[in-house]
């Protein structure tokens, strides 16, 4: 009998040789340890790089606080780690908490501490991101220009009683400290008489300064020498996987931030100084890039160092990432007034980091 061909759909039985059983084990075999080696390398992800890190912190208004309060510390920390692809959450709790529960592992760390040769042993600090200085305040005609907190001595002087300032006050002899609850309750005692000074952070009083001028200058006389200095940074537990990676991926985001205006965005400054690059020289870095005709009247110095003697307009200029040499070279189209409202190239007038009651 003569077969008909078979067409290309249609091959014959034959021709599809069935698979024996060792072959089925086999194929079998691969796909269990395709399976494993996948779960493996989730499993290793997973360990390496935590889902969110959970950090804790204290309230410390403006610094810290709850979501809706003065929090401008954890603000550029949590933005930063944004920028960086790492998430956060920030639960705030008393400080002695803050320290129990990391050393117990209930926390990864802090987003705004104070760096101790003790708590080096188990946290990895970033570097610093911001300077604590606190600054004199008194009454009106009041004299604030010590330079040292043992010149206070037999003076009275308010200060937050939770705030570890360190040794240089907690050891300053002969000074009055009176407890206040936050810088509100501070004033409040400076205005009704119980004290004669009260300290509060120098980024306190240029907000006052600059949003409450007339309050301030009808009541206050602040002074600008630091008489505590302290600079705060990140830090995590060094057990937390990838934590050196962390930690430099966070410094590296705060130097952009610094040098691009989302720094003093957060700060609610209109100007900071800062060397971004480390090349010994300061740079004056608006917020957003409407910045007004005239050069900046205030500067805020984010670590304290004031050491161009030059005048603001002889000085580098950095504007959205672009370098001037001098308020001369500044394009004209920079020169805008700032706007109270517009997105990324306004200024916030109007809203602050504090407004104190008086």
Request: aromatic share 8%.
């Amino acid at each position: 009998m003569k077969h008909l061909p078979s067409g290309p759909s249609e091959a014959p039985l034959s021709a599809t040789p069935r698979p024996d059983r060792s072959s089925r084990r086999w194929r079998g075999a691969i796909r269990f340890s395709l399976a494993l080696l996948i779960a493996a390398v989730a499993i290793s992800t997973s360990a390496n790089e935590p889902n969110e890190l959970h950090l804790a912190s204290d309230e410390w208004p403006p610094f810290t606080g709850s979501p809706g309060s003065e929090r401008a510390a954890l603000d550029l920390v949590q933005t930063a780690l944004d920028r960086a692809g790492i998430s956060s959450s920030i639960e705030i709790v008393e400080w002695k908490a803050v320290e129990i529960g990391i050393r117990r592992g209930e926390f990864d760390g802090s987003a705004a501490i104070w760096r101790t040769e003790e708590r080096e042993e188990d946290l990895l600090f970033s570097a610093p991101y911001l300077e604590n200085r606190l600054v004199l305040i008194g009454l009106s005609g009041s004299d604030v220009s010590a330079t040292r907190m043992i010149e206070l001595a037999g003076k009275r002087v308010a200060a937050v009683g939770k705030y570890a300032y360190g040794d240089v006050v907690e050891k300053a002899a002969g000074v009055l400290f009176v407890n206040s609850h936050n810088d509100q309750d501070s004033l409040d005692k400076l205005l009704a008489g119980e004290v004669e000074y009260i300290l509060v952070d120098e980024l306190v009083a240029r907000h006052l300064l600059t949003f409450q001028s007339e309050e301030t200058a009808a009541n206050l006389e602040i002074g600008f020498t630091p008489l505590s200095r302290q600079l705060l940074h990140f830090a995590i537990r060094r057990e937390i996987p990838n934590a050196d990676k962390i930690i430099s991926a966070f410094d590296k985001e705060i130097r952009k931030m610094l040098g691009d205006g989302s720094y003093a965005e957060i700060l609610n400054v209109g100007w900071i100084r800062v060397d971004t690059n480390g090349d010994g020289l300061y740079e004056l870095i608006p917020f957003g890039e409407n910045i007004a005709a005239l050069t900046p009247g205030t500067v805020y110095d984010v670590f304290g160092e004031m050491p161009e003697k030059a005048p603001p307009q002889k000085q580098i200029i950095v504007i959205q990432g672009n370098i001037y040499k001098g308020w001369d070279a500044i394009p004209d189209r920079y020169k805008l007034p700032p706007t109270s409202a517009g997105g990324d190239t306004s200024f916030k007038y109007g809203t602050t980091v504090v407004t104190l009651k008086f």
